[in-house]
Structure formats: C-alpha cells, structure tokens
T-cell receptor
Framework: NAGVTQTPKFQVLKTGQSMTLQCAQDMNHNSMYWYRQDPGMGLRLIYYSASEGTTDKGEVPNGYNVSRLNKREFSLRLESAAPSQTSVYFC???????????????FGPGTRLTVL | GNSVTQMEGPVTLSEEAFLTINCTYTATGYPSLFWYVQYPGEGLQLLLKATKADDKGSNKGFEATYRKETTSFHLEKGSVQVSDSAVYFCALSRIQGAQKLVFGQGTRLTINP
C-alpha cells in the first residue's frame, strides 16, 4: 500500500517550458488536491477534485491546469512555467463524504520545482 | 474570510521541555481544526484533529483543545524529544463541495539533546 505517490521528486525548468506533475493514490479516495508550499506561507490550495470527473479552482489556480484522469490519478500541468511558480508541490487525497464530515487528508512526498 | 495564524518560528527547545505552539483562526461557521506535522524531506502527516468546540485532539503525547470562545487551537506537549523536531502546521477545514484545508504558515521546531 503506497498511499499517495508523486513524480518527479525534483525538476528544473526554464521560463516558458511546460511540464506535468503526476499524482496517484491507492486508497480508493474520492477527493484529490494539489497544494503549493512556499516559505513562510504554509500550503495553499491550487486545484481540487471532489470526485472523479470534477475539478475546481482553489486559492491560487492561475498558471495551472489539472486533469482527474480516473479515480486514482490527478495531474497538475504548468503550460508556460514562470519563476513565480518555483515551489514545492504536494498532492493529497481524502475520502471526504458530505454526510460523514471532514476526514484526514493524506499527502504525497512532494515535488520540488525550480523555474529559472 | 477564513484564515489561520500561528506563532512565529523557529522555536528551539531542550529535550524534555514543555512545548506550546499557538494557533488562532478566523472562520465563518464552525470549522474542524487540525495539526499536521512535516518531518524533513517528507510530506505532511495528520497529528491530531478536533471537529467541534471543546473537543480535545491527542496523539503521540501532543494535545490541542478546540476553544471557540478564543478561536484558538494551541498545540502542547509536556516533554519533547529530539524526534519531535519538524515543522508543525495548524489548519482549518472548510466544506465546499470537498474538504478544503486552510493552513497557517507553519512553525519550525528544533529540539536539542
């Protein structure tokens, strides 16, 4: 049981390049999330997917797109990378159900991205 | 809007010292509150949570009580160990289609032997 996995672990891009960060979970969770972590700012939500087939913007969606490929996988795409997108990116998943209430979010190990 | 404020770090303590990390929140309605911990080079792990006022969350010797009257959720531990060195995040949960977490800025804790 691997939990939440992310690839790659590290990436260096030049300004204007594109890339996709991959995330997969094997816990049969409905909801998946992408966060970015910047020094002194905690984690901020970029996009989330409440269930397979749906995606919604979070707090800082500009410059990103997402795809919920199936129940297991949720990818984050940077179409034209900018230095302001240098950050550590975390994927998370949870089995949130509205009638049950808040549940634990499980986080992947993160992707450290540098945009030059 | 919803926000979380944590005490500024970094915090450095000696082993067996008492720990308090302050956390206050601003929220509409009645959010659930969480403490997550991030060990070096790893993702975040849930440490404890509380879902309603006066609930106490506890795990691994850490405790936090949901205080609605002071909008606080301070993290405490009676005797810290070197292995507790990590970054600690306070967070609240908003339910809007999915469970969205709002995080504080994190507090880096270092425990010296």
């Amino acid at each position: 049981n691997a939990g939440v996995t992310q690839t790659p672990k590290f990436q260096v891009l030049k300004t204007g390049q594109s890339m996709t960060l991959q995330c997969a979970q094997d816990m049969n969770h409905n909801s998946m999330y992408w966060y970015r972590q910047d020094p002194g700012m905690g984690l901020r939500l970029i996009y989330y997917s409440a269930s397979e087939g749906t995606t919604d913007k979070g707090e800082v969606p500009n410059g990103y797109n997402v795809s919920r490929l199936n129940k297991r996988e949720f990818s984050l795409r940077l179409e034209s990378a900018a230095p302001s997108q240098t950050s550590v990116y975390f994927c998370a998943s949870s089995t949130f159900e509205a009638l049950v209430g808040p549940d634990t979010q499980y986080f992947g190990p993160g992707t450290r991205l540098t945009v030059l | 809007g919803n926000s979380v404020t944590q005490m500024e770090g970094p915090v450095t303590l000696s082993e067996e010292a008492f720990l308090t990390i302050n956390c206050t929140y601003t929220a509409t309605g009645y959010p659930s509150l969480f403490w997550y911990v991030q060990y070096p080079g790893e993702g975040l792990q849930l440490l404890l949570k509380a879902t309603k006022a006066d609930d106490k969350g506890s795990n691994k010797g850490f405790e936090a009580t949901y205080r609605k009257e002071t909008t606080s959720f301070h993290l405490e531990k009676g005797s810290v160990q070197v292995s507790d060195s990590a970054v600690y995040f306070c967070a609240l949960s908003r339910i809007q289609g999915a469970q969205k977490l709002v995080f504080g800025q994190g507090t880096r804790l270092t425990i010296n032997p």
